[in-house]
């Protein structure tokens, strides 16, 4: 039912070449986006583009200030913007259209990918662990981090390292892979029977897809937050 992504192999290792089509087409959006956006910047924004930057840069900002304090929480807010903004449109991608040629798939969702969602999760918590060497030095950041409250805790929360990475990458994958999948199932009814199909399966898949959207949103805000909550763990002191 789902076409297979056509693998490229280079040195010996294979790489999906739908993902690294769509990893690029989210990183040329995202870049686009920030360029137009912040082109011509005015005192008074009569743009719509700027307004919608201006008004995602304080989303990003509310949202840091909930888990760090705005003092030490300004350093990520950069971090935070890219991030949410990153997986928001990696997220919307898979929703516009699907591009299968000869039983191969060219285009998806960059999180509908374990291995993408793993390396996102795997970046965010080891700069969570540099940070928190950075803001503390490695002897204050070791003792915040898996001394503190009672040293006998040690164990479970290098346990929770692990489960972090894990939870953290696997929750967004789920959603957006069985997003795409119910998406696919739908246009299949849709295309089972011809026209009675049809006047079910259209209003289902756009019912459907505005749910993704929704999905898609709180799935790039829950992923960002946490960023931020594994962050203020490591720098703010028990």
């Given at each position: 039912m789902e076409a297979e992504?056509?693998?490229?192999?280079?040195?010996?290792?294979?790489?999906?070449?739908n993902i690294i089509i769509s990893v690029l087409a989210t990183c040329i959006i995202v870049f686009l986006f920030c360029f137009i956006a912040t082109r011509k910047l005015a005192v008074r924004p009569t743009s719509k583009s700027q307004l919608a930057i201006e008004y995602l840069v304080d989303f990003i900002r509310n949202m840091i200030s909930s888990s760090l304090h705005w003092k030490v929480g300004q350093q990520f807010h950069l971090l935070g913007?890219?991030?949410?903004?990153?997986?928001?449109?990696?997220?919307?991608?898979?929703?516009?259209?699907?591009?299968n040629i000869d039983g191969?798939?060219?285009w998806k969702s960059p999180t509908a990918s374990p291995i993408v969602t793993l390396g996102l999760a795997l970046m965010v918590i080891l700069l969570t662990h540099y940070f928190g060497i950075k803001e503390n030095g490695?002897?204050?950041?070791?003792?915040?981090?898996?001394?503190?409250?009672?040293?006998?805790?040690?164990?479970?929360?290098?346990?929770?390292?692990?489960?972090?990475?894990?939870?953290?990458?696997l929750r967004?994958?789920?959603?957006?892979?069985?997003?795409?999948?119910?998406?696919?199932?739908i246009a299949s009814l849709a295309n089972s029977y011809g026209l009675?199909?049809?006047?079910?399966?259209?209003?289902?898949?756009?019912?459907?897809?505005?749910?993704?959207?929704?999905i898609g949103s709180i799935q790039a805000f829950v992923f960002t937050t946490l960023t931020m909550v594994y962050l203020a763990h490591k720098i703010e002191a028990e």
């Open positions: 992504s056509k693998v490229i192999h280079f040195m010996g290792l294979g790489f999906s070449l913007f890219t991030l949410f903004l990153f997986v928001w449109v990696a997220n919307m991608l898979g929703l516009v259209f699907i591009l191969h798939s060219y490695f002897k204050e950041y070791f003792m915040n981090s898996y001394i503190r409250p009672v040293a006998p805790l040690m164990p479970i929360k290098l346990l929770e390292e692990f489960t972090n990475t894990l939870t953290l990458a967004l994958y789920g959603n957006i892979y069985a997003g795409e999948i119910l998406l696919g199932l009675l199909t049809w006047v079910v399966g259209i209003p289902l898949q756009m019912v459907w897809q505005g749910f993704s959207i929704f």
